[in-house]
T-cell receptor, first 120, second 114 residues
C-alpha cells in the first residue's frame, strides 16, 4: 500500500545532542511537510518542500533544519535539542493537482504515524 | 490568514447515539475543508474533505460533514457512535488556491461511553 513512513517511531536524545528524524513516502507526492505537535495540541507547521524548493515558516527556530535528497525522502534535523523540543513530529505529503490563473492547488495531506521525541 | 474554531474541548456521547463535532472557519476566497482523526501516539488520519459540489460530504468509517457557506461551518457527524470512535478530531481549512498552508483547529477529544 502507498504510504508515509516515519523512522524511528520513538526517539530519545540528550539535551544538546543532534538528532535526525526520517520520513519516506511511496505516494510519489511532490510536497512534503514537517509538523511539530505537542500534547493534545494542533500540529504546527515547521516547513515544507515543494519538489526541491524549501519553504520555512517564519517562526520556525533555526535549530530545526530539513533535507530532501530525493522525492521519496525527507529528513528533519534538530541541531541542539532542548527540553522544549520534546514533541511528536509528523511528516505529511500532498500532491499539487493543477494550476489555474498561475496558482497551484494542493490536494489533502497524508500523514505518517509520527516520531515521538524525548529529550533528557 | 485562514483559521478554524472548534469550540468544544471534549465531546461526550453514549454509544449508539449521534455524534457531532463542530467546526467553523475563516478563509479568503473559496475554502478547502478537511477532517482528520488522531488516535493516541499516531499520526493524523484523513476522514473526509470538501472541495466543491454537494454540501454533504461522506467519508471514512461512516462519518459525514456538511458544508454551510452562510454559517462558515463544516460540522462532522456520525449517526451512531462506536466506542472505537473515541479519539482526537481536527478540522482544517486552507484557501483553494495559492497558500497551501493548512490551518488546524485546536482539536476535539471525543469520548464514546459504552
Amino acid at each position: 500500500d502507498a504510504m508515509v513512513i516515519q523512522n524511528p517511531r520513538y526517539q530519545v536524545t540528550q539535551f544538546g545532542k543532534p538528532v535526525t528524524l526520517s520520513c519516506s513516502q511511496t505516494l510519489n507526492h511532490n510536497v512534503m511537510y514537517w509538523y511539530q505537535q505537542k500534547s493534545s495540541q494542533a500540529p504546527k507547521l515547521l516547513f515544507h518542500y515543494y519538489d526541491k524548493d524549501f519553504n520555512n515558516e517564519a517562526d520556525t527556530p533555526d535549530n530545526f533544519q530539513s533535507r530532501r535528497p530525493n522525492t521519496s525522502f525527507c529528513f528533519l534535523d534538530i541541531r541542539s535539542p532542548g527540553l522544549g523540543d520534546a514533541a511528536m513530529y509528523l511528516c505529511a505529503t500532498s500532491r499539487v493537482v493543477g494550476a489555474a490563473g498561475g496558482h497551484l492547488s494542493y490536494n489533502e495531506q497524508f500523514f505518517g504515524p509520527g516520531t515521538r521525541l524525548t529529550v533528557l | 490568514a485562514q483559521s478554524v474554531a472548534q469550540p468544544e474541548d471534549q465531546v461526550n456521547v453514549a454509544e449508539g447515539n449521534p455524534l457531532t463535532v463542530k467546526c467553523t472557519y475563516s478563509v479568503s476566497g473559496n475554502p478547502y475543508l478537511f477532517w482528520y482523526v488522531q488516535y493516541p501516539n499516531r499520526g493524523l488520519q484523513f476522514l473526509l474533505k470538501y472541495i466543491t459540489g454537494d454540501n454533504l460530504v461522506k467519508g471514512s468509517y461512516g462519518f459525514e460533514a456538511e458544508f454551510n457557506k452562510s454559517q462558515t461551518s463544516f460540522h462532522l457527524k456520525k449517526p451512531s457512535a462506536l466506542v472505537s470512535d473515541s479519539a482526537l478530531y481536527f478540522c482544517a481549512v486552507r484557501a483553494a488556491y495559492g497558500n497551501n498552508r493548512l490551518a488546524f483547529g485546536k482539536g476535539n477529544q471525543v469520548v464514546v461511553i459504552p
